[in-house]
């Protein structure tokens, strides 16, 4: 049970982040919390009905997660080329 | 040579095809090829004539199948070719007054810089017309129908530089669209009731009818007689042949006198099973004619204009031709009679009246001719003889024919001969004042114009005229017409006649077993005495007496005729004006309602888009919020619903 208070302590700090932080990469890491905390979570539904579906689902958001460090990294440090910036708010190209 | 007939089509529209298509290359030959093609025509039809004149009586109504052309579904419509009597008869008609009028264009269009389109027009017209009189099927019979309606429109409005013939064409096509939908429906309803729309399968499907009567033969027959009207100008749909006249005159000779006119009478005729099975719908045929031709000869009475007064006359005759089919059986025969003998001789009329125009600087207003006599004799020898015939002096064509239908409108039971025998003979008498009128200010009186200026005095409203008989070109056409005027009656009536000719078609009669209410010696001399008083009234007005050269003010009837007895107005106001509001109601119902509607749709579109892109505005961290935020909705919904 403390375990599934940690995961949503750790998913409010990375949403917070997210939400908050303008720097992109900061953000970038607030993500990554909110993946790994509900890669807590999951382990501990699985230790407590005593299944394995959680921790293969958690594997699966740990590759998801590796290939989307890949992908947003590179669109970070591209964007960093273009506009010398790392913020997110600066780049609002699609502004209705 | 029967099944080779459809030559006589062929010829004249690959020539009218090819003088349009080679343009002003064929300017110099171009009318000689078209009168040509026309002849060639004749041959054809006169061989095929003789062809079936060999045969035996029994065997006359030939079927010459040509091809499928619309196999669709229940409805398969082959193209083919009626030969009998009444079509070849037409044919006749048609193709031979046709040549004549053709060589007399060469003369009358000499002029014209245009001459070869002319040319073209005319072939496209005789090319259609014998479609119209040749088809198997009222599906083909449309197609000439409409053929001869555009011909008609192309060469009414052949001076379409001048904007009233233009317009004047333009009338002529929407009243002539107003019977042919009638000719539609009519169609539509064989086709419904009979499964096809050939005139065999037509008559024999009428023939297996046991009701008499049936209110779809009733509809069949008044919308085929709507479509008689429009192209036959008759009352309601005869405001357009007055101004019909815009034209050239060969033109209103061969189409609006000779033979086009004439096609709502051949529709009647050829469709008389349908007619004959449906008496009231005969009614009103008879009705119609007998109102036309008192119509069409009151307006003939009152116009200045020799051709729109020409154009009256020729209304009021195929009234007499509309009545006697409405007859049934016992008419049938004596209306095509009547349409032979009147396309020779209305026909010699008008290119009398073409010729006078053409010495006369193309005046048109009879009230400043007069004593053309002397300087054109073979147009006054012409149009005398025609002026005889249409009268139905004794021995002249129009005797025999005429006559015939008013013994025939004499026939019959209650009110109705009465009636109708009536009015045929006030009609001969009124057909004797207009055109002893006609004649009498035209050729004799004195001189309505100078030829010298210096003669004019002060005030004189007389042109000056330097009037002259026309080149033989011209001439030799009116002789050959006057001719027929003169002996096509007798000749016709010889033996058993154009009566017996036409029996396969139109039913034996024993006229002998339906005599006319009033002895036949007694209608013929109060004919005849009708005939004597009408000149005599005319002569008494236009030949002794001068003729003013402005118009009096006239009676309230001669000011009604002069106006077509208001038959614009009433058009005008029955149709166009409510037709006009009706219109402008609909644009602004479409402006209100539906393009509001489809604008509305738009503005709201364009509305919530401009609502909706504030929330596009560029910020990752809003959009995140927004997802988190409808995340917890969701989650917290979901949680509610569970509970």
Known sequence: MHYLVLSSILFTIGAVTVLTRRNAILAFMGVELM???CNLALVTFSRVHGQLTGQVMAFYVMVVAAAEVVVGLAIIVSIYRARRTVSVDEPSLLKG | ????????????????????????????????????????????GLLVLLEVMGRPVAERVIDVPLYDWLPAGDLSVEAGLRIDPLSLTFVMLITFVGTLIHVYSIGYMAHDRARRRFFAYLNLFVAAMLVLVMADSYALLFVGWEGVGLASYLLIGFWNFHTPNAVAAKKAFVMNRVGDMGLIVAMGLLFATFGSVSFADVDAGVAALSTVNSPMLI??????????????AQVPLQAWLGDAMAGPTPVSALIHAATMVTAGVYLIVRSASIFDAAPT???????????????????????????????????????????????????????IFHLVTHGFFKAGLFLGAGSVMHGMGDDVDMRRYGALRKFMVVTWLTFGAGWLAIMGVPPFAGFYSKDKIIEAAFVG?????????????????????????MFFMTFTGKARWVDNADLLGPDDRRPVRHPHESPAVMTIPMIVLAIGAVTLGFLLSLGDGIVGWLEPVTGHVDHEAHPPVLPVPVIMGVSLALVAVGILLAWRQYGRNPVPITPPTGSVLTRAARQDFYGDAVNEAVFQRPGQDLSRTLVYADTAVVDGAIRGAAEGTVGLGQALRKLQNGMVRSYGLMILGGF???AVVLHFVRM
């Open chain 1, 35 to 37: 993946l790994n905390s």
């Open chain 2, 1 to 44: 040579m029967i099944e080779y007939s459809w030559l006589a089509i062929a010829v004249p529209l690959a020539s009218s095809g090819l003088l349009l298509l080679l343009g002003r290359r064929s300017n110099a030959w171009g009318h000689l090829l078209a009168t040509v093609a026309s002849a060639a025509s004749f041959v054809v």
């Open chain 2, 219 to 232: 509809a069949t027959g008044l919308m085929l007689l709507l479509g008689a009207c429009g192209k036959s």
């Open chain 2, 281 to 335: 719908a005969q009614l009103v045929v008879v009705v119609i004619g007998a109102v036309t031709l008192l119509f069409g000869a009151g307006v003939a009475c009152a116009k200045d204009d020799i051709k729109k007064s020409l154009a009256g006359s020729t209304m009021s005759q195929i009234g007499y031709m509309v009545l006697a089919a409405g007859l049934g059986p016992i008419g049938y025969a004596f209306a």
């Open chain 2, 413 to 437: 039971s209650g009110w109705q001969p009465w009636v109708l025998g009536t009015v045929t003979l006030v009609g001969a008498g009124i057909t004797a004042f207009y055109m002893s009128r």
């Open chain 2, 632 to 634: 917890v909705l969701i």
